[in-house]
């Protein structure tokens, strides 16, 4: 079964790009056209490389590491803990603090205090206390859990990450490659692909693009635990997630593209090579 249709991709807008002024020219072979001055997104490529990416996740699974999901903008904040949450595996989906990676000793520490912490408030030790240090105390678990709080279980550095905006999130996709670390992630028209080890051309303005890339990547991960093989697992519910929050530049109606199939690709002019 493939890992997600075509039909999928376009409705939930998949394949909108930015402004054809806002692009990057290194993205010029994931561009299908551009109409009403918005560069369209090939998904025959979209959906080669999220084939790629869903096997790359799979077989990191396997080898026993983990997958670090990673989102911190407003619109993907809910569904990379969601689909993070769903599969078991690290997020970060606040903010990313420097050094997660690369000074990620210091992280293991303060996620350690967070865990006392909290053992402390389960175990009844808060009740020995008086109320000025519960109230430290339970304000440092809350700044901690804030951005913390979903690495409590990620023991060593991940296997790969999945991210949401590569240009938002350039600080940890340049940690991951300092380190090695594979990077899986959606790139957008206005991205640099560069350092990027699996690219997914595609909209990661839109909530419902979001949604489907982060249920994707959720999905190879049960899939490789499961040793069933390339398979579509059920949706996230909907309902999680409320309309997209408007993206002025993408403001193209699904419906004008929904025979959508390039066989013919149209040329795009790189005009702008000296920005490379």
């Known amino acids: ?38 560069h369209i997104i090939d998904l025959q490529k979209t959906s080669a490389c999220i084939v790629e990416a869903y096997e790359a996740v799979r077989t990191q699974v396997k080898n026993g590491k983990q997958i670090l999901f990673v989102g ?14 769903r599969c078991g595996m690290p997020y970060v989906s606040n903010r990313w603090l420097g050094g997660m ?24 030790t808060f009740d020995s206390l008086t109320k000025k240090e519960v ?3 339970t304000k440092q678990k809350e700044k901690l859990n804030k951005n913390l709080g979903g690495l409590k279980d990620m023991k060593e550095l991940p296997g790969a990450l999945f991210i949401i905006d590569t240009k938002k999130e350039a600080t940890a996709v340049a940690e991951a490659n300092r380190l090695g670390i594979p990077v899986i992630a959606v790139v957008d028209t206005n991205c640099d692909p560069t350092g990027i080890d699996y690219p997914i051309p ?25 040793d069933s093989g390339i398979q579509i697992i059920e949706s996230l ?34 005009d702008n090579q000296d920005e490379e």
């Open 1 to 38: 079964m493939a890992v997600v249709t075509m039909k999928s991709l376009l409705e939930s807008g998949v394949h909108f790009g930015h402004q054809t002024k806002r692009w990057n020219p290194k993205m010029a072979r994931f561009i299908f056209t551009e109409r009403n001055g918005i």
């Open 72 to 85: 911190t903008k407003k619109q993907a904040q809910q569904a990379i803990e969601d689909a993070a949450k």
């Open 101 to 124: 990676l690369t000074n990620f000793a210091t992280i293991k520490n303060s996620i350690a205090k967070l865990k006392k912490i909290e053992r402390m408030e389960a175990d009844g």
């Open 135 to 137: 109230a430290l105390l």
């Open 202 to 226: 595609g909209n990661d303005d839109a909530i419902r693009a979001i949604s489907l890339f982060v249920e994707i990547i959720s999905n190879a991960v049960i899939d490789a635990d499961s």
């Open 237 to 270: 519910d909907d309902e999680d997630y409320a309309e997209s929050a408007p993206v002025e530049e993408k403001a193209v109606e699904i419906e004008d593209f929904e025979n959508y199939v390039p066989e013919e690709k149209e040329e795009v002019v790189e």
